[in-house]
Structure formats: C-alpha cells, structure tokens
C-alpha cells in the first residue's frame, strides 16, 4: 500500500471546503475588531505610560500598594514621595481611601513619611475626612453612608480625641445627608449639602414632562438642637437647560433622576456670604443670608467679565470652591467629566474678583507636571503656610505647591500609570494638625524573635519599652523594664530576650516627656499564636497574572491541535489502482 497526497481531481473540492471554513473565521474576526475598538481601545487611551516611571507607578506592586502589619489587621497604601527630599509640609495628611483595589476603606490620617497614623474600617462609603474646629476643640468629621447615583444617602460623624463619635448629624426634615461637603463655621453651626429628588418638566432638555431632577439644597443647622437656620434649592435659580450634563435616558424614575445641578461644595464666610458649586452647571454661586442670589460665577448664568482670556469663568466640571477673604475664592478645576477624556489638565484655581465691577481673573494656577486629568472628585487647600495642597481625586496622588505654584513634594498612593482607572480614590485630601489619645490598649504580636507593638490613632508615642514579669508574686504581677526601643513608624519591633524564664511580658507606651501612655495586655511568650508573614503579591494582581497564564496555555494547546488537525487535513491515505487489484484478487482467493 503507498500513500498518496490528496491532489489532481480532488484539489479543488478541497479548496472550497477552505473558503467555507475561513468565512466564520472572517466573521469572528470582524466582530473581535468591532468589540476591540469599543470596549478595549477606549481603556487603552486612558493608561498614562511616559519615560521615567518608577516600578511603583507602572503598577509592579499592584494598583494600589498597600502594607501589612503584624499586630493590626487592617492595610494601608504604601506611598511614594518624590522629588528626593521633598520638603512636604510635616503635619498629618487626612484622606479616605476607597475602589476596587483598597482592601480596608474608610477614613485614615497619615503623616509626613506616608506611614500611617490611624485607620478605620468602613464597609459603607466615606468622604469628606478632615479636622474641623468645635466650640474650641479639634474633631474628625466624615461623611459614611451609602453612594446612590452619583450622591450620598447617609450622616456625618464627629470623633473626639480618642476616635470616639461625638456628634452624629443629620439634616432637618425628612432629607438625608449627601456625601459631598459638611463645613462648621466659626458660630459653631454646620453648613450641609442634600440631594433630594422631585418633580420636573425635562422637555426642554428631551426628556419627559412629567420627570425628576435631583435638586441641590444647601442647609445651615445647629448642631447640638438640630434646628434649621438656613435653606437654599437649586431649583428656584437654575433649571434643566443650564446643565451641561446629558440627559443620557435619566429622569424618568425618582430613583433615577436627571442630576443638572450636582452640589458639590458649600462654603460661608465671616460676612454671612454663602458659595454653592454646582459641578454640572460650571457655576460658583453667592448667596446671602437671605437666600437670594447675589451674582453667578462660571456657566450659563454667568455675570463676569472674564480678564484671562476665558480661564477665571470658563472652568469645567469644577469642586471644592472655599472663600479666602472677601474678594478671593480657590476652586479645583476637573475640566473634565467621566464622559470627556481630552488632553487637557485638571488644576487648582486662585481667582480674584472685583465684585462691584463683577471682573474675574486668574491670581495663580496650579498644574500637576505629569498632566493629571481628574474625572471626578478633587480639591484645594490653602495651608496657613502660604503654600497650596491640591488632591487630585479620581487620581490618587496630592501635591504641595508654592504660593507662586511651584511643584513642593508630589505624594502617590496608586500606581500613577492607572490613574485614570480609579482602582484607587480619595474624594478630598488635607493637611492639619492632631493629637490622638485612643481609648484603647495598644497591639501586640510575637514573630520569630520578636515583638512587633502599634497602637492605631496614637500620636504621641515616642517609644516602647518592653516590660517582663520579674517572676515574684503572680497575684500582684511587678514588671521590670528590660529594653526601650524609638518608635519607628505605625509597627516597632521590639527584639525578645532569649531567656526561657520569661513567663510574661507587656509593653509600654512612652510619650517626650517619658511619661507612660498606655500598656498592652499581659501576654506569655510561650502562649503567642503563629503569626503568617508571607505576605505575597496583592490578590488582584495575582488573579490577573493567573488569568494570562491560563490564556496563554490556552493559546498554546489550540495552536498545536490545530495545527496536526491543519496536517492531518493535508495528507490523506487513500487506496491506488494496484491496491484495489490486489484487495481483489484476495477477495478471489479466500471465495475458493
């Protein structure tokens, strides 16, 4: 028997049967094509590669890099400070972490180093972390509730010194707190934003008569009574057609109405003067304490003369506007939205207004050098330094600028390649000062030949001493101090004395002076549960890796079956003339 390639008659049959089969292949093709430019090319644009990246921001150790500790279980972002030996403003920094790649949300302040201070877990949404001044004391205040539709349904918390709620505020009337600004004047009231949804007529802007706009309202209560002080709506100065949001099918449901205004920022100064910035309408608002509108900064509704060709009014999609003085007001221009990627910049804002005149001008601006486009979120902050700290929202970095807006220290918490992903966010970043005294013990963990002590929210510890029972009266344990280690960041290690007679231990926290602060629980060495310190990469990264190593297995076993198939299609055995005779001639002789 010989073996016969499949040609001459057979050729072209073969070849129709191969257009047949590259016409799904076509197909699919096209339709990976079409899915590719819609779907995976638009993300493409967003990644921001340029020379100089540093492992860090090309996201090496994940989006998000964050550090364990051993004694708390909770996670914080590891940081990257540049230029080398920035000259950061050394007080604490106040931000609230969240997105798909931060494990442990919620509320955190850390200082100068980026090593972290104090962190609370939050499950909900927080925003708005900052210190604020209470009839002559220092509170944490936030915002934590649930995110719905681009607002907050929730309440605002104000934690003393030792991180223990205070206050919980909410607004007057059947409303409940929006998640973008709560702000506590010098008469010790709160300035609050709300959303509430209500009846509109949309037709102007295509939608239906009979819909539903998220209105704006601003109220000013007192804390401690609750009572309402002060209310403005949106919707009794600016209406649907002065929005520069899409309508984009909202509006129909009260669950999901048309946000033309979004109310992002509320600000009062000392002469009783409110500033209301509706993001959606590119509009600063002055009231007074009236309610009425005293002139509109920005948007349709503008009234300034713009005296820097265009920038002083033509912001975009803006946050945080805050007074600084009478005739000066700061504001973070995003330009940008979630639905407007561009090559222009987000940045800060100081504009002078000659209000009589109603001129408007740009006094400084303030650009990230990496060109930062922040879709969302973002603020500024004049520090009483002089110089500016602007958080950049979506993206997760703030920077520290000069007055004159020159680039101080430049602070990442996320891999800066991806920070248009928002894998990592912080609604607002400050700067401040505060003394923790938490009313809890401080934590403790035994590793190998050591001790490895935290005490979450504690500002004043200095060191550690590591105390051991000096084995005497177990009743009335007495402890000798046998080794004082200078704190060196949230988690000190403490090395353990190699001596089996130690039955317990604790640890004491010291303050400058050399007072003791605080102790942890009395422990046994012989007692301390296994501590798991492989750590490993972060689990997202890890998920992705395996995710392309199992593409390209995949893709490996496809190409070879594929390819023997390919052969096996080719080359054929088929049967000569000779091999029929000789079948024949068998098939004669065994039927004699």
Same mark, same amino acid.
């Given at each position: 028997?010989r073996?016969?390639?499949l ?6 049959p073969r ?14 093709g ?10 995976a090319?638009?993300?493409?644009f ?10 860090y ?5 994940g989006f998000?890099?964050?550090?364990r ?5 909770? $996670?914080?972002? @590891?940081?990257? @400070?540049?230029p ?8 604490y ?23 972290? /201070?104090?962190?609370k877990y ?16 220092d ?20 934690l003393?010194?030792t991180?223990?709620?205070q206050?919980i505020?909410?607004?007057?009337g ?8 709560i702000?506590?004047t010098?008469n ?9 949804p ?11 008569? $009979?819909?539903?706009?998220?209105e704006? @309202?601003? $109220? ?14 949106? =919707?009794?100065t ?10 984009a099918g909202k509006?129909?449901?009260?669950t999901?109405?048309?946000?033309y205004?979004h ?13 209301? =910035?509706?993001r ?5 608002t002055?009231i ?15 009234k ?14 803006q ?11 700061t504001i ?6 979630d639905?407007a990627?561009?090559?222009e ?12 005149a109603?001129?408007a001008?740009?006094? $400084?601006?303030?650009?990230?050098p ?10 500024l ?12 929202g979506?993206?997760?970095?703030f920077t520290?600028?000069?007055?004159d ?17 928002g ?12 003394v923790?005294?938490?009313d809890t ?5 035994m ?6 002590v ?24 007495t402890? /000798? ?11 000190t290690?403490?090395?353990?004395p ?11 926290a ?13 422990y ?10 492989s ?5 997202? /990264?890890?998920?992705?890796? @395996?995710?392309?190593?199992?593409c390209?297995?995949c ?18 055995? /088929? ?9 024949d001639?068998e ?5 004699v």
């Open positions: 028997m073996l016969n390639t040609f001459g008659r057979n050729d072209q070849k129709r049967v191969g257009l047949r089969r590259l016409l799904p292949i076509f197909i699919l096209i339709g990976a094509l079409a899915l590719f430019y819609n779907y090319l638009p993300h493409l967003r990644l921001r590669f340029h020379l100089g990246l540093s492992r921001d090309l996201g090496f150790y998000a890099p964050s550090q500790y051993h004694s708390f279980h909770e $996670q914080s972002p @590891i940081v990257q @400070i540049s080398a030996g920035a000259k950061c403003d050394q007080r920094t106040f931000l609230a972490p969240r997105g798909d790649s931060v494990e442990h949300p919620g509320p955190m302040i850390i200082d100068a180093k980026g090593e972290l /201070v104090w962190m939050n499950r909900g949404t927080t925003q708005d972390f900052k210190v604020q001044h209470y009839k002559g004391q509170y944490l205040s936030y915002w934590q509730g649930d995110e719905e539709d681009g607002h907050g349904r929730g309440s605002w918390y104000m003393d010194s991180y223990t709620p206050y505020i909410t607004p007057a059947e409303l409940e707190g929006d998640l973008h600004d702000q506590i010098v010790d009231t709160a300035i609050l934003s709300i959303y509430e209500i009846p509109a007529d949309l037709t102007s802007v295509g939608g239906p008569e $009979q819909g539903w706009i998220y704006g @309202i601003v $109220q000013e209560i007192d804390i401690e009574s609750g009572e309402l002080l002060f209310e403005w709506r949106s =919707s009794h600016y209406h649907p057609e002065d929005s520069y949001q899409e309508l509006g129909h449901e009260r999901l109405g048309f946000d205004f109310m992002n920022s509320v600000d009062k100064d000392d002469q009783g003067r409110y500033l209301v =910035s509706g959606h309408t590119h509009t600063i002055c007074d304490s009236s309610g009425d509108v005293l002139w509109t900064l920005g948007g349709k509704q503008n300034f003369t713009d005296l820097s060709e265009g920038t002083a009014t033509g912001f975009k999609w946050h945080d506007a805050r007074w600084h003085g009478e005739n000066q007001i973070f221009d995003n330009v940008v939205n639905a990627y561009n090559t910049a987000s940045h800060g804002l100081s504009l002078e207004l000659d209000i009589p109603r001129e001008k740009v006094s $400084q601006r303030y650009d990230h990496l060109g930062i486009m922040a879709v969302s979120q973002g603020n902050q004049v520090l009483d330094t002089g110089n500016v700290l602007v958080g950049w979506h993206s997760s970095a520290e600028f000069s007055h807006g020159e680039m101080i220290c430049d602070t990442h918490f996320g891999a800066s390649a991806w920070f248009n992903f894998r990592i966010v912080s609604y607002r970043v400050m700067k401040g000062s505060w923790g005294s938490p013990l401080p934590d403790v963990a590793v190998g030949d050591g001790i490895f935290s005490w979450n929210g504690a500002t004043e510890v200095v060191s550690w001493v590591l105390e051991v029972w000096d084995g005497d009266n177990l009743e009335k344990m402890f /000798v101090a046998v080794d004082k280690v200078e704190r060196s960041g949230f988690e290690r403490i090395p353990f190699a001596d089996d007679a130690i039955s317990y231990y604790r640890v004491a010291i303050d400058a002076k050399g007072e003791v602060l605080g102790r942890t629980e009395v046994s060495p012989r007692g301390a549960p296994p501590e798991d310190t750590f490993g990469p972060p689990l997202g /990264v890890t998920a992705i890796m @395996i995710f392309l190593l199992v390209l297995l893709g490996l076993y496809y190409a070879v079956t594929r390819q023997r198939s390919h052969i096996g299609a080719l080359y054929q055995l /088929v049967r000569s003339k000779e091999d029929d005779s000789d079948s001639s098939r004669g002789d065994s039927s």
